[in-house]
């Protein structure tokens, strides 16, 4: 028995203290990305805004809300986590409006690559501690297996001290790697928005010719309309956002004007404005024109689907002057 315990405890030794080395290796190297700001503002914060961008990375990186407010004389603030679906923006719009005053308007990001509602969250274990608000467990835990189960949880819970399920730290011993996703910036955060403010570096995310076809499950439909509904619950007008993409997206998306197309009509369908930028990339008018030409340097784009401040900048400003427009021929909405 005890020659036992001794093995036991030397291979633990053998394996803890390798372990634990890799992670503070790699803790070392890692900055913060602070990912779960918008949650713990939605949990513990109390402003009010006019206007709530709900969103994953297309949003916190594309609508910035100094150029909103400028625009708009409206108070906006940009509510999103990186690589989030319906089932997490579901879950963030309503921990936001437990705890906030009602803002006039909430736009909703209906991206094409949402829709899902089965499979692991990005980054799935930094939702963990905060399974014990009963809101953001009730909405999270019926879509994910890994909430609800607690041998599942023990073992990701495990498996994220090792650094694996989270990407940024699986990159953080590749310093350049780590530089193209994660450069450090010169612009600030401002009011939820994440600039990126380099050029083009990752146009060969995808091979050339790649095809991927999205998943978008009618549970994913469904939750986008029961988010109207909850909206007009607290009388707020619900709008839906898709925000500019590079043309190579077009290509590779195989599946996307049919999700578009359902998303259009459950727009129509509920009475809901589209605010859809899916084509400003190539609007001619030089005020609103995103280049995106792979050569050009002065591309609006850091990769094929996320803009960088300069275009998320003109996109800013055509979707705060339509807002404004909006608003104006609509006089319920002020």
Not at 19 to 31: K, V
Not at 96 to 124: M, Q
Not at 160 to 171: C, Q, S, V
Not at 306 to 314: E, F, K, Q, V
């Amino acid at each position: 028995m005890r020659r036992l315990i001794y093995t036991f405890i030397i291979v633990l030794v053998a394996a803890g203290i390798p372990a634990t080395a890799y992670w503070l290796l790699i803790a070392s190297h890692l900055r913060s990305a602070k990912k779960m700001d918008a949650l713990d503002y939605a949990l513990h914060g109390s402003s009010h805004h006019d206007i709530v961008f709900i969103g994953a990375s297309r949003v916190i990186r594309h609508v910035n809300p100094e150029i909103i407010d400028s625009i708009t004389g409206l108070d906006s603030y940009v509510l999103g986590i990186d690589g989030m679906g319906i089932v997490e923006s579901n879950m963030l719009m309503n921990v936001y409006l437990k705890h906030h005053p009602p803002p006039r308007c909430i736009f909703i990001n209906v991206d094409n690559n949402i829709l899902f509602t089965d499979g692991p969250l990005f980054n799935i274990t930094d939702y963990f501690p905060y399974l014990k608000d009963s809101l953001v467990y009730a909405c999270l835990s019926p879509y994910k297996v890994e909430y609800r189960n607690k041998f599942l949880q023990t073992e990701l819970i495990f498996l994220r001290l090792m650094g694996t399920t989270d990407y940024e730290r699986g990159m953080a011993l590749e310093e350049k790697e780590m530089n193209r996703w994660y450069p450090q910036q010169l612009i600030k955060e401002y009011k939820g928005f994440q600039p990126v403010d380099h050029l083009w570096q990752r146009n060969m995310t995808m091979s050339l010719g790649e095809r991927v076809h999205l998943i978008a499950r009618e549970n994913g439909f469904k939750i986008l309309k029961n988010m109207v509904l909850t909206c007009r619950e607290y009388n707020v007008i619900p709008a839906f956002l898709f925000t500019t993409q590079h043309q190579r997206a077009d290509t590779i998306f195989v599946n996307q004007k049919q999700i578009m197309d359902r998303i259009t009509t459950i727009a129509d369908s509920l009475s809901v404005p589209f605010f859809n930028y899916d084509t400003l990339y190539i609007r001619k008018d030089k005020k609103y024109f995103i280049q995106y030409s792979l050569s050009n340097k002065n591309t609006g784009f850091f990769n094929y689907n996320h803009l960088n401040s300069t275009g998320a900048n003109i996109l800013s400003a055509a979707l705060a002057q339509d807002i404004k427009q909006w608003i104006e021929k609509n006089p319920q909405n002020k």
